[in-house]
């Protein structure tokens, strides 16, 4: 029993992966994502957008020759210690470029691994502003914290007309923290007062700190959490029958949140990358494909509402075969040249690299929870001033 | 007793020791310095060394301790606030000003500092704590780990511990590679130095284990009474097995956190503790040997020759079912579960390097005369 | 000062009503084997999962309850065959690995399966209903929670105290070998035990996901640890022990996260000290602090070694 056991063993480990002949030379697309953890949601909301983007152009042309682009999957499990091995596996593969990753602290774990194998990356939705800082190999497509956390801020302060804020972060979690820093130095700066709290990984008890937002008479709570906290702090605020505003980071726009909103008396607003209704093309493009796609469609957390992120994606990939297309070959540390000069009109607007490799971006979304139709609510787009 | 006369079984020990370093370094300079050996290799040292101090304290002295993790955790941090060069800390501590600590240490000295950090907050911990007896141990040091990674997240003390952002821009192992001057390596050091660091520190826990104090710590998990009656001080054997193991913990964290390029305390959970301690059960219980291959075989399956198993695969055109995000985790569980239920000495048992050529012979005898 | 400490007093007495129920499956195993069982929080996740899959196959709530209890209950007895009785003669390290490596498996199965997404739990008519008391409104589960706690409690140490099964068990977690010689059928006491534990667990992921509606594959780990200490602080292997000890962590846990804005309004601090980042952390605090002082927990036996 034990030899066979034993040998069964060894050859389960001995395993290879089967390669498939290609006919059509192929550039590999590194997806740096979390498909597990807390973000595990988010991360593939955001991978469907790089998918659907490879069904609707596949190829390449880099110089002369038409290449087949192939997505390469590493998990980072929304965790700083998984994600080096996960960079490695990506490097190991000899990808050109990488996409990712959703949430900021792994994309920081990540980064020194790009950087020492010469491969560029490109943020698609972590707002943390040392991801870019101080290197020359991190792009970034999206906004940054110091602006969401100002526009929230401000739309809390003049539109809602809160004069304290409760602002609840996840302990150990550097987009959490870093987000609730910005969002309490502009509130402050504006005349405001905030309370800043943070909760230990794993809690599912919110009850208590919502009670304290409510002893200190906070007019809005500010949590920008990851997915997995989000839908409990919204099913418990209910509960509770909060008479304060519920405000969220661009992690809220996801489907589970709709979803734990609807039917409640709710007031939660969120900023965030992408309105539903933009891009009219891509819209129907991307239901179209969700609804013909059984495993997308679990992955989109069973409906075909439009994350953000999607789009974000979506936009993440075309920049890449542009980058691709400038540079005109698969060298990394070419397409690293040439993505200082990519120019992009995405979905989510146009993109263009400033000197620290973010896009120039100026404009957020607000968007608000409709709670008896469970549907985004568009309310403004929302700039610094 | 056994004679301290050098035989041909540690000779060839030595032997494939070096030959381990030769190839390793042999590799290094040869093979793609992407490739995905050397981050299994790297990592597989620093948990070598982490599993072979948890050893010394679950398998040698009996100690059940699960507060590895919160150990690790103070050398890594200690390492990375004093390295961190000076001209960085302004970015790395961007919402503390640039932190307290305003000075940069070189490697070495750093990492020393981790160990003796980690072991003096063992020492602390273990003044209390080393009185409780077994499983009660366990939890206990389970909880302080906790605490710990509490206490270093926190926000008040963020001028130090930068709070619940990650550490980063500190040396790490690809500093170890030589350049030239067009900044081009000319000799890749970067797998060799981690071996060599955990080389040294294993060597020394060896040397340790086989002096008297080991033999006393073996008394002690015998039988901790009988140990007592013969004289053997047992709040102060324990108390230097706990600090041992914790010095090297925290060196083991230091090497991870070299390993990782950017260090958060989040990361070392009560999950970081049980990897380490699965290791040690898979290497063997009491197998220094044991536990350095268990941790090179454990990081490679988690980390690389599983990775297939996560991607939908073709055989021709035959889609291979099952296989899809998550089940590599899940392939890698049950392979732990056979191994725990079916292989329960592990990979070594008790035995040693020197045993695989012919010592253990010699012991039996010794022990049946 | 009574309406700023009630509602966290009223959460803590809901949440160590669940942890007691979680916690009586460890303490029944540790009393019996000698092993922390670290897969029993992860039991108490995937009977959460299992509830909400059954849920989403259409079938009725009171059936899928029903399944729920009994899906769990086989699993308890599984893994105990599958993963326990084998190592019976080990030493005891070889089982508590075996019972990290279950948990592991069970995490990584889940995870696997709902592919790391949020599954929202079943909404349990009547336990779901708002309510009203003190001018705090919560769920019904809140209030139902201790009062549920109590009397399964009751039930439970009826059972051992007055069944033959019950002194079945008594019997062998006082002495594992003689119990044997004196016939009594050591693996059926041990299955039992299991299933217990696992039909409390099933019971506890009822009313901790009707209150906090979210499951995903690490959901079970901080319930069980915190469920574990609760054991441990009221003295292993003693069941008024665990059910106390939930009590009073769940309570403590709860002051802590809300200590800044009681000093506050007390008048005792000016400023927020952040003393919620703590509330883990005093739990384990606490934790040590009893076993320095009283090595075998609050209702705890005392053991002796034999030379």
Redesign the interface.
């Known amino acids: 029993m034990k030899k066979i056991l034993a040998v069964l063993m060894v050859l389960c480990l001995m395993l290879p992966a089967f390669a498939v002949a290609e006919d059509m030379p192929v550039v590999k697309i590194g997806v740096f994502e979390p498909a597990s953890g807390d973000n595990g949601a988010g991360g593939k909301q955001e991978m469907l957008g790089m998918q659907y983007a490879n069904t609707v152009t596949p190829t390449v042309t880099i110089g002369d020759t038409e290449y087949k682009v192939e997505l390469v999957y590493a998990d980072n499990g929304s965790a700083t210690d998984k994600a080096p091995s996960a960079a490695a596996e990506l490097v190991n593969q000899q990808v050109s470029v990488v996409l990712g990753s959703y949430g900021s602290g792994v994309s920081i774990a990540g980064s020194p691994i790009f950087e020492q194998a010469g491969v560029p990356a490109i943020g698609v939705t972590c707002t943390n502003p040392q991801v870019t800082l101080g290197n020359n190999h991190y792009f970034r497509i999206c906004f940054l914290d110091p602006f969401q956390g100002t526009v929230l801020a401000n739309y809390a302060y003049k539109e809602l007309g809160a004069q304290v804020a409760y602002c609840l972060a996840e302990l150990g979690n550097d987009y959490d923290v870093g987000l609730a820093y910005y969002f309490q130095q502009a509130f402050e700066a504006l005349g405001g007062m905030v309370i800043s709290e943070t909760f230990p990984t794993g809690t599912s008890d919110f009850t208590s700190y919502i009670n304290n937002a409510t002893g200190y008479g906070a007019g809005v709570f500010f949590a920008p959490c990851s997915i997995a906290y989000t839908t409990l702090i919204v099913d418990q605020a209910a509960d509770q029958n909060v008479n304060f505003a519920l405000m969220g980071s661009d992690t809220w726009d996801s489907n589970k949140v709709l979803e734990a909103a609807t039917g409640t008396n709710l007031d939660i607003m969120i900023s965030t990358f992408y309105q539903e209704g933009g891009n009219v093309e891509f819209d129907t493009g991307i239901k179209a494909w969700l609804n013909s796609d059984a495993e997308a469609m679990t992955n989109n957390g069973g409906n075909d509402v439009i994350a953000a992120v999607s789009a974000m994606g979506y936009d993440a990939y075309y920049v890449a075969l542009e980058a691709l297309k400038a540079a005109g070959s698969t060298d990394a540390k070419a397409v690293n040249e040439a993505l200082w000069n990519v120019s992009h009109e995405g979905v989510s607007g146009k993109i263009v690299f400033n000197e620290i490799g973010d896009a120039d971006r100026d404009t957020a979304y607000i968007k608000k929870i409709n709670t008896t139709t469970g549907a985004w609510d568009f309310v403004a787009v929302q700039g610094v001033n | 007793m056994r004679t301290k006369k050098i035989n041909s079984s540690t000779l060839w020990s030595a032997l494939v020791i070096l030959l381990v370093y030769v190839g390793v370094f042999i590799a290094e300079q040869t093979l793609p310095?992407?490739?995905?050996l050397f981050?299994v290799l790297k990592?597989g040292a620093t948990y070598a060394l982490v599993a072979v101090s948890m050893n010394l304290l679950?398998g040698f002295t009996g100690l059940?301790s699960l507060g590895q993790a919160g150990f690790m955790l103070i050398g890594a941090y200690t390492y990375a606030i004093l390295t961190i060069p000076v001209a960085?800390r302004m970015?790395v501590y961007?919402?503390y000003a640039g932190g307290l600590v305003q000075f940069a240490m070189p490697v070495v000295p750093a990492l020393i500092a981790a160990g003796l950090v980690a072991a003096l907050f063992a020492f602390l911990i273990g003044l209390?704590?080393l009185?409780?007896?077994?499983?009660?141990l366990?939890?206990?040091t389970?909880?302080?780990a906790?605490?710990i990674?509490?206490?270093f997240?926190?926000?008040?003390l963020g001028a130090l511990t930068n709070?619940?952002?990650?550490l980063?821009e500190f040396p790490?192992f690809?500093d170890f590679n030589l350049m030239n001057a067009q900044g081009e390596v000319t000799v890749y050091l970067s797998t060799t130095v981690p071996f060599l660091i955990a080389g040294v520190c294993i060597g020394i826990i060896v040397l340790l284990i086989n002096s008297t104090y080991g033999r006393s710590l073996r008394a002690v998990k015998d039988?901790?009474?009988?140990a007592e009656?013969m004289g053997i001080n047992l709040a102060h054997h324990k108390q230097l097995s706990f600090c041992v193991s914790s010095f090297f913990a925290g060196i083991g964290g230091a090497m991870l956190a070299m390993?990782?390029?950017?260090?958060?305390?989040?990361?070392f959970?009560?999950a970081?503790t049980?990897e380490i301690?699965?290791i040690v059960?898979i290497g063997g219980?009491g197998s220094i040997t044991g536990s350095c291959l268990a941790s090179f075989l454990f990081v490679a399956?988690s980390?690389?020759?599983?990775?297939?198993l996560?991607?939908k695969?073709?055989?021709?055109d035959f889609e291979v079912p099952l296989l899809?995000?998550?089940?590599r985790?899940?392939?890698?569980?049950?392979?732990?579960?056979?191994v725990?239920?079916?292989?329960?000495q592990g990979i070594m048992g008790t035995k040693e390097l020197p045993d695989l050529f012919g010592r253990r012979k010699n012991l039996k005898r010794e022990v049946k005369a | 000062m009574f309406n700023t400490v009630f509602p966290y007093l009223l959460t803590g007495i809901s949440v160590g009503g669940q942890y007691a129920l979680i916690a009586i499956g460890y303490t029944m195993v540790y009393g019996i084997l000698r092993l922390i069982n670290f897969a029993h929080g992860d039991v108490f996740m995937v009977a959460g999962i299992v509830m909400v899959y059954l849920n989403a196959s259409g079938i009725p709530l009171w059936l899928s309850i029903l399944l729920t209890l009994l899906i769990t209950v086989a699993i308890g007895f599984t893994v105990e065959r599958i993963a326990y009785k084998p190592l019976r003669s080990a030493p005891r390290m070889s089982v508590m690995i075996s019972a990290i490596g279950v948990s592991y498996t069970l995490q990584n199965l889940v995870l696997y399966i709902t592919g790391g997404l949020n599954q929202f739990y079943p909404k349990i008519p009547f336990f779901s209903n708002a309510v009203t008391i003190f001018g705090v409104s919560t769920k019904m589960v809140t209030v139902v929670t201790p009062i549920l706690t109590v009397i399964l409690v009751v039930a439970l140490v009826q059972l051992i105290n007055h069944t033959k099964i019950g002194m079945a068990m008594r019997a062998v977690s006082k002495d594992f070998e003689t119990s044997q010689l004196m016939g009594i059928k050591i693996n059926n006491v041990i299955s039992t035990t299991f299933i217990i534990g696992s039909f409390l667990a099933a019971v506890g992921s009822m009313l901790y996901f009707t209150n906090y509606n979210t499951v995903i594959q690490t959901s079970g780990s901080m319930p069980g640890l915190k469920a574990f200490v609760a054991a441990v602080f009221g003295g292993i292997g003693s069941i008024p022990g665990a059910v106390v000890g939930a009590f009073v962590i769940g309570i403590c846990e709860n002051i802590i996260k809300g200590l800044d804005i009681i000093l506050f309004k007390a008048g005792i601090t000016t400023q927020n000290m952040g003393l919620a980042t703590f509330s883990d952390a005093f739990t384990f605090a606490l934790l040590i602090i009893i076993l320095i002082v009283k090595p075998t927990g609050l209702f705890g036996e005392k053991t002796t070694d034999k030379v």
């Open positions: 310095s992407t490739s995905m981050t990592k679950n059940f960085d970015n961007q919402y209390p704590v009185r409780l007896k077994s499983d009660y366990a939890i206990a389970l909880g302080f906790e605490i990674r509490a206490i997240q926190w926000n008040k709070g619940s952002n990650i980063r790490t690809n039988d901790e009474v009988a009656a390993y990782q390029s950017t260090i958060q305390a989040k990361a959970t009560s970081m049980y301690l699965l059960v219980i399956c980390e690389w020759w599983l990775r297939f996560d991607q695969q073709m055989i021709g899809r995000n998550g089940f985790l899940v392939v890698f569980s049950i392979i732990i579960m056979i725990v239920l079916f292989f329960r």
